[in-house]
């Protein structure tokens, strides 16, 4: 079945973990890994929260549905354990352009090689099946660890949306715009598997 550009089942799978596309059965696992409050500091939806977890994964569903988006779990394939999630979103087939966005692991993995493999999945995907020509990041302007994981697998900085989000406490979001091109994409290629043959 084909929901628009991405096929569906799309799965890619990597050394250490596997993105599986999310499914309803999925649900209760992932909010065991979401439920942990530090994920979500720097975002603007608390997933944390039970009630706004479910809304918003069904909603990630629904929304594959129309080809708007293409939410994956990260399975970590050495425990068995869905260990965060990731997807595409923003994604404009016309223009061969889309948005890897909703990033995150448990604490456990960061500072480790997953985050990067999840990206190098992700990316080679889309340059190298998709053909896109533009693959746009975003985090919160004040988020600067996740800034530095963006400019270090090659992500050009492009500037501040200011006031770009309504935080779940009621105060604004500034988003950073992050973007790789195609004619980018072997650089930080390279860039990535350096770091990743580091860990």
């Not at 809304?55 to 629904?62: D, F, Q, S």
Request: aromatic fraction near 12%.
């Amino acid at each position: 079945m084909e929901q628009g550009w991405i096929e569906h089942p799309t799965i890619l799978r990597g050394r250490e973990i596997d993105l599986l596309p999310l499914e309803a059965t999925h649900f209760e696992e992932l909010y065991q890994a979401a439920s942990d409050k530090r994920l979500w500091e720097l975002i603007p939806t608390n997933c944390a929260d039970s009630e706004i977890f479910r809304k918003t994964y069904a909603a990630a569903l629904a929304h594959r549905e129309n080809g708007t988006q293409y939410p994956f779990i990260i399975y970590h394939k050495a425990t068995g354990r869905i260990i965060g999630s990731t997807r595409y979103f923003e994604i404009f087939p016309a223009d061969k352009k889309l948005e890897i966005g909703w990033s995150w692991v448990i604490t456990e993995y960061w500072g480790t090689g997953v985050n990067l493999e999840c990206k190098l999945l992700l990316l080679t995907h889309c340059f190298e099946v998709l053909k896109a020509r533009r693959v746009q990041l975003k985090t919160d302007q004040h988020n600067w660890r996740s800034r530095k994981a963006i400019e270090k697998i090659g992500g050009y900085f492009e500037g501040i949306l200011r006031k770009d989000k309504i935080k779940a406490d009621g105060t604004s979001r500034s988003a950073a715009y992050y973007s790789i091109l195609d004619e980018e994409w072997e650089a930080a290629r390279e860039k990535i598997l350096m770091q990743i043959n580091k860990k």
